[in-house]
Each structure stands twice: as structure tokens, then as C-alpha cells.
């Protein structure tokens, strides 16, 4: 049976975004939020440029994620200067993910960025307290170590593997 849907008949609730998904993360994916995610693992990929050429591209899997992470030069950047340039040693790091935006063909659009997650403050020392315990080297700050509490309960985006398609904006 066929139901036709007329502007009088009950409407559907559905995420229209999720409709075109791709394989990679869009920013429209993020929903405003920034999330902090473990790199499990670091592939090259082909993709064609809007001149037509192909580019190989850095593309990052992220745990619990149900898509990649397709890297741009500045994206790349930013996990080049933390964490160096062998994709091996990207492996188990921390990554945070934010809404953002770009100039693109003349005007303003949507996109995501990355940084590196600031290890926690230790807290400050006040006349007559214990004193602080020194800070530990920069090394063990970027360490792999497992997300504060209050980012590790947020979830990844939830569009799924299969709702995507790979018209994507980065």
C-alpha cells in the first residue's frame, strides 16, 4: 500500500542531515559540540578535488566513531606538531574535534578542526595549603591515557556507517 503525504497529514520526525551522510565526518555531524575521541587508526586515501585532480589524504578512524576523519592540511598540522610525523605514533592518542568555519569559494562555510586536549590543571595553592605536587613533563601529558569522565560519556555523532555518502565538507 502506498500512502501519499499531503501538507495536511501527520509529518515525519527525521534528521534530513543524516540522509546525506558520507563516510567522513562533516561538520554538520558535530551538532555544535566538541568531542574528544581515541585515533585507533591512520590510512591514506584518494580523493578527487574539485578541479578534478586526486589528492592523497591522511584519513583518521576514531574509536566508537561510525565514520572517518578525512584530514585537511590544517587538521594534519595540528596532529603533526603534538603527536610527529609517523601515523603509527598517532596511534592511542587523544583528539579533540570542534565545530568551526573556513572561507571556501568566496563565502563562509562549515567545517570542523582538531587540537590536542589540554591535560588537567593541577589546583592552585593558597597561603596556608598543602603544597602542589609538581607538574609532570610535558611526555606524559600527551600520553594515551583515557578521557576525563565528562567528555568519555559523550558520544560519537550518530549517523551511521550505512546512512553515509561521500559528499563531504572538511
Request: aromatic fraction near 8%; hydrophobic fraction near 40%.
Amino acid at each position: 500500500m502506498v500512502t501519499k503525504t499531503t501538507p495536511f497529514s501527520p509529518q515525519q520526525d527525521f534528521d534530513v542531515g543524516a540522509l546525506y551522510a558520507g563516510n567522513y565526518v562533516k561538520a554538520a555531524d558535530l551538532n555544535g559540540k566538541t568531542y574528544t575521541a581515541t585515533i585507533v587508526g591512520v590510512e591514506t586515501v584518494e580523493i578527487q578535488e574539485t578541479d578534478g585532480s586526486v589528492r592523497r589524504r591522511a584519513v583518521v578512524t576514531l574509536q566508537d566513531w561510525p565514520a572517518k576523519l578525512l584530514l585537511n592540511k590544517t587538521n594534519s598540522d595540528v596532529i603533526v606538531a603534538a603527536y610527529g610525523r609517523m601515523s603509527t605514533d598517532w596511534i592511542n592518542r587523544l583528539l579533540e574535534l570542534y565545530p568551526h568555519t573556513t572561507p571556501f569559494n568566496g563565502r563562509t562555510v562549515p567545517c570542523y578542526r582538531v587540537r590536542i586536549p589540554r591535560p588537567a590543571a593541577p589546583a592552585a595553592a593558597f597561603p596556608g595549603s598543602a603544597p602542589v605536587a609538581p607538574v609532570a613533563p610535558i611526555q606524559a601529558a600527551i600520553a594515551p591515557a583515557a578521557a576525563p569522565a565528562a567528555q568519555a560519556a559523550m558520544p560519537p555523532p550518530t549517523v551511521t556507517a550505512a546512512e553515509r555518502t561521500d559528499d563531504i565538507q572538511y
